[in-house]
């Protein structure tokens, strides 16, 4: 292995095109010797393979230039249905990852404290041996439910394994750790969706987002940029329009025609004052509502009870005037928005993370998606779209012993058990306390997979507090990071272009769709899928864990599970833009498109070109969609109704209060705006503090790449390290100018950047973009910058317990450095 110059590598191979942006950056890439002789060679032959991204959850198609077989450049896959050839700046910067000079190249076994950075090599048959005699001592012990898993998401061929190999040991304790995963929440309980629908951008006229940063901070970003790019030259009736409602100037305000500044956490008041206009106005579309939905009208139960629905509250409660009061907007632009929303159809309100990160967030998306119920754009052009299910094929049920199902009836560590929130989603401060208490139970091993939870999350300090008190961590990082310091043993997973792996399912697209992503060239280092580690741990373990797993590889159960794509006759593999009304042509007429005589035919062009998907999928009727018991879109919450009538101690207003509910009555449990909470004195902590993201530096390991480090503050005109957002006046108050030192202070601790003046920022607002402030990570992301997530206070929403990262009050003084 050498060390090498990016530039002089691709240099020698012939590809400075690729590095000519970075001439002024110094970054080395460990390349193998074979590589390095073959570019000696001089330019060879250039081939390209396709695979799929992996560094976020969105799933993009990719397609690796490589010269000689060795990776020089990474576009997107323009056959790639998600993506259409578009790449961003993580995706583009993937090959940093692959060469990077920090990467673990063998398991390890820590050598001294935790943190220490010590470590001693281990063989794979030692490792392997290590964990799975630890995890056969807790099971001969019947203790199988000391066993947890962390990881980002339940999605995927290996979430898939993970979760089989849970369940035949005997534990509960999969815990998917994202920060977005409760995301569908406000969709369950309006429609019954369990997961994210589409936003169908493209084909709107209106688009009114509150508090989603769709074109920098999406689900699936590019998926949403292409959309947005088609709507601007729609052929639905002219040129769509975009309105920004936040408190932040993002990439999507700056693209917006409107920018409305508003107060943290009082997007669902905006939402509400919009649906006035609608209502007051009878811009709604009665027939749709009076036929699809519940809880609009007033009503009068079997009792004879009277209970009021969403129209009286609203009317009663969000005229235009009283929602300027709390917003901070002016009551005619309030009217504006409304009346755009109801004139132009269709028209699309985008509820989002910017406006579901505070103490009151589900129930702002909750009032943000009632706009699209008020104009019956559900399972329309330019509405939501529910997503369509992928023909994979099942794995057999698991067959668990006496050891495993005495384990599966135990409590996970991460349940609610104290009920604290009643539409309880979010697990991860019930996992910190019951980890940190010992109950129900002791959990004595942990594995993190494909996740950095002692950075990345929101609630990363108190994280690692219960990481100290697992007795046994196993990581398959592929470079060190602040999660894998608290590991004892690290299996280290090949780098993404090196790996079969699978995305399908993408949160927010509509049409059925199945990625599949090829290993681009040989594995560097004695690393080795983590699927295929999970097989080894089961055979080791023996028993019923062992017969779960019949697969050989996890590349037999890859195409096993895609076998179900072949035997449906559905869709089509990738191929191009006039696929899609082939497709339709066919499907139309009762026809299917059988193109391969066997699946080893079907395999090899599905590999070749990445993907598969069936865009064929008509138009729903809504009644068909509809997952709710009643069949019908309810405004009424039920679930939170069953729960406040659940206690046998407490009335149902004592259990609204002490779930933070400060809304009474019926209209407690309709979408309702509620006072968001901030925590720290209002006297001493001045300002709200607002953390964003940013498409450069997804989920944080963007700081991994010294491309993407010089990328983060592009906009922002702040390179390689962090900054800080501050309005004008708010900075004059502290003789604070433009490039200045600024320490930003809450109640847990602080945090120093440069300031950068946003005349669009709401005054009374700080914002700190995350991405920034590895402790760990390789010598790129160490010490770079600031993680704003470490002076968050640990408050949640008060409905499920979603972190609400716009809960935090802070202070800001001029600072002379950082730290």
């Known amino acids: 292995m050498r060390e090498i110059r990016r530039r002089d590598f691709l240099k020698i191979l012939g590809a400075t095109a690729a590095g000519a942006a970075l001439q002024d950056l110094d970054i080395l890439w460990a390349?193998?010797?074979?590589?390095?002789?073959?570019?000696?060679?001089?330019?060879?032959?250039?081939?390209?393979?396709?695979?799929?991204?992996?560094?976020?959850?969105?799933?993009?198609?990719?397609?690796?230039?490589?010269?000689?077989?060795?990776?020089?450049?990474?576009?997107?896959?323009?056959?790639?249905?998600?993506?259409?050839?578009?790449?961003?700046?993580?995706?583009?910067?993937?090959?940093?990852?692959?060469?990077?000079?920090?990467?673990?190249?063998?398991?390890?076994?820590?050598s001294g404290e935790r943190g220490s950075g010590k470590w001693d090599p281990l063989s794979w048959e030692e490792a392997l041996a290590k964990v799975s005699q630890r995890l056969a001592e807790l099971r001969r012990a019947g203790t199988p439910e000391q066993v947890a898993f962390v990881v980002p998401e339940k999605r995927g061929l290996l979430a898939d394994m993970i979760s089989r190999f849970m369940e035949a040991f005997g534990s509960r304790n999969l815990l998917a750790i994202d920060e977005g995963q409760n995301d569908f929440v406000p969709f369950e309980l309006l429609f019954g969706w369990k997961a994210i629908p589409e936003y169908d951008i493209e084909h709107t006229r209106f688009l009114l987002s509150i508090g989603a940063d769709f074109l920098d901070d999406g689900v699936s970003p590019l998926h949403g940029i292409r959309g947005y790019s088609k709507m601007r030259e729609s052929d639905t009736g002219g040129r769509g329009r975009l309105t920004f409602v936040d408190s932040r100037h993002s990439l999507t305000a700056a693209s917006a025609d409107t920018f409305l500044p508003i107060k943290p956490g009082t997007h669902g008041a905006f939402a509400l004052g919009v649906a006035y206009v609608i209502i007051k106005e009878r811009y709604y579309d009665t027939a749709f509502v009076d036929r699809h939905v519940d809880g609009f009208e007033s009503w009068v139960d079997e009792s004879g009870a009277r209970h009021r629905g969403f129209k009286e509250y609203v009317l009663e409660n969000f005229y235009p005037e009283r929602v300027a009061r709390i917003v901070g907007v002016s009551a005619r632009k309030i009217v504006d928005v409304g009346r755009d929303f109801g004139r132009l159809r269709p028209a699309l309100a985008m509820s989002g993370r910017h406006g579901s990160n505070g103490t009151n967030g589900l129930f702002n998306a909750l009032c943000v998606e009632a706009l699209n119920v008020l104009v019956g754009n559900i399972e329309r052009k330019g509405g939501l779209r529910v997503q369509r299910a992928t023909p994979y094929e099942s794995m057999p049920p698991v067959e668990a012993d006496d050891i495993a199902r005495r384990g599966l009836q135990k409590p996970a560590v991460f349940e609610d058990a104290d009920d604290r929130y009643p539409l309880y989603a979010d697990a991860t401060l019930a996992f910190c306390d019951h980890i940190e208490s010992s109950t129900p139970y002791a959990v004595d091993t942990l594995f993190i997979h494909g996740c950095n939870p002692a950075f990345d999350h929101p609630y990363a300090k108190r994280l690692r507090r219960a990481l100290a008190k697992i007795p046994f961590i196993v990581s398959f990082a592929t470079m060190a990071d602040e999660s894998s310091e608290y590991a004892d043993v690290i299996l280290p997973e090949h780098a993404y272009l090196e790996r079969w792996m699978d995305s399908g399912s993408t949160p927010g697209v509509r049409f059925a769709h199945a990625s599949v992503g090829q290993p681009v060239v040989k594995p560097f280092y004695d690393t080795r899928q983590a699927g295929d580690v999970l097989i080894d741990l089961a055979k080791g373990v023996g028993g019923s864990v062992a017969r779960a797993f019949s697969d050989t590889s996890f590349f037999t159960a890859l195409q096993n599970k895609l076998n179900g794509i072949f035997a449906s006759g559905e869709g089509a593999v990738i191929s191009g833009s006039f696929e899609e009304a082939w497709i339709k042509f066919l499907k139309e007429r009762g026809w299917q498109n059988l193109v391969y005589e066997s699946f080893e035919d079907f395999w090899r062009v599905l590999v070749e070109r990445g993907g598969w998907w069936d865009p064929a999928s008509d138009e729903i009727p809504v009644e068909k969609v509809l997952q709710t018991k009643s069949s019908k879109i309810t405004f009424v919450l039920e679930p939170l109704m069953a729960k406040a009538a659940g206690g046998a101690q407490q009335s149902a207003e004592d259990r609204l209060n002490a779930w933070g509910i400060r809304e009474s009555g019926d209209a407690a449990f309709l979408p309702h705006f509620e006072e968001p909470r901030f925590e720290g004195d209002q006297k001493e902590y001045p300002y709200h503090l607002v953390v964003f993201g940013l498409l450069s530096n997804r989920r944080g390991t963007g700081s991994f790449s010294p491309l993407l480090q010089e990328m983060f503050g592009y906009y922002q005109r702040v390179y390689s390290g962090s900054w800080i957002e501050i309005n004008p006046h708010t900075a004059h108050n502290h003789h604070i100018e433009q490039g200045d030192m600024v320490r930003v202070s809450s109640a847990l601790g602080s945090v120093s950047a440069r300031a950068v003046l946003s005349e669009m920022l709401e005054p009374g607002t700080i914002a700190i973009p995350f991405g920034m402030g590895h402790t760990s990570g390789g010598r790129y992301a160490k010490g770079v910058g600031v993680n704003p997530y470490e002076i968050l206070s640990e408050v949640s929403d008060t409905l499920c317990g979603k972190p609400a990262k716009l809960a935090t009050r802070v202070k800001i003084q001029k600072s002379e450095r950082i730290g």
């Open 31 to 110: 390349v193998p010797d074979r590589m390095v002789e073959e570019a000696l060679r001089g330019p060879g032959i250039e081939t390209f393979k396709n695979t799929v991204c992996q560094l976020c959850p969105a799933g993009c198609g990719i397609r690796v230039r490589l010269i000689d077989g060795v990776p020089v450049h990474i576009d997107g896959n323009p056959m790639h249905p998600i993506n259409h050839g578009g790449i961003c700046p993580h995706g583009a910067a993937g090959l940093d990852f692959l060469y990077h000079p920090d990467r673990i190249r063998q398991p390890l076994i820590r």
